[in-house]
């Protein structure tokens, strides 16, 4: 399989924490994006970081890449409950016009 | 724009039924995406269509799916017969040109129930 794969599986916070989510891949990528998912919906792209940018930020969302280890992190500050949702890491391969998708993080943040 | 519109949200259908999944893409978007979800398998790519034209469909399980795009706005995903192991959300998913490079923007998906 060429999936990513996000670590831990699910995390359990409290809110104000911050959350730190993993994701490694297995081949070389033009870039790496990671999405959100609430129960029951689509999923809504959060950020993309580029093979050739170290570390990315939106808001309160911050991602490394690490193309070296084939890895990349995506860390949420100061968590709130609405953050609640499974996190996913896309890939696209080099050569590869889409992107494959891990099987996520699934993150409760409770209040 | 109001996004990735799918319909139905839900789909029960009987074993042996044909069932049909649709899609209306964000307009000018070029390209469009057949996903399947299941707690197993994750996120699985079924088809791809660019510029309408289907691109890759290895990812279509067997000859009891097909996948048509008509026009720019427009795409079904059929399933006859259906089975129980189709059970699963199906998303649908457009994103503009090169599409790699940009974010998909998905549809809310439909949840087939195969019984």
């Known amino acids: 399989s060429q999936q990513g794969e996000e670590d831990p599986q699910a995390l359990s916070i409290q809110e104000g924490e911050n959350a730190t989510m993993n994701c490694s891949y297995k081949t070389s990528i033009n870039n790496l994006q990671w999405y959100r998912q609430n129960s029951g919906r689509g999923l809504v792209h959060l950020i993309l970081i580029r093979s050739n940018e170290r570390e990315k930020h939106s808001g309160r969302l911050r991602v490394t890449l690490d193309t070296s280890k084939k890895s990349s992190s995506l860390l949420i500050t100061a968590s709130r409950a609405a953050d609640t949702a499974s996190y996913f890491c896309?890939?696209?391969?080099?050569?590869?016009?889409?992107?494959?998708f891990g099987k996520g993080t699934m993150l409760l943040v409770s209040p | 724009d109001a996004g990735v519109i799918q319909s139905p949200r839900h789909e029960v259908t009987e074993m042996g039924q044909e069932v049909t999944l649709r899609c209306k893409p964000i307009s000018g978007h070029d390209y469009l995406f057949w996903y399947r979800q299941t707690m197993m398998r994750g996120l699985e790519l079924l088809i791809y269509?660019?510029?309408?034209?289907?691109?890759?469909d290895s990812g279509m399980p067997e000859d009891r799916f097909s996948a048509k795009m008509p026009n720019a706005s427009f795409s079904t995903l059929k399933i006859q017969p259906s089975e129980p192991r189709d059970s699963a959300v199906y998303f649908c998913?457009?994103?503009?040109?090169?599409?790699?490079?940009?974010?998909?923007?998905f549809g809310s998906g439909t949840r087939l129930t195969v019984v």
């Open positions: 998913a457009s994103s503009p040109q090169y599409a790699v490079n940009y974010g998909y923007t």
């Open positions: 896309a890939t696209d391969y080099s050569g590869y016009s889409t992107l494959t």
């Open positions: 269509f660019n510029n309408n034209v289907p691109i890759d």
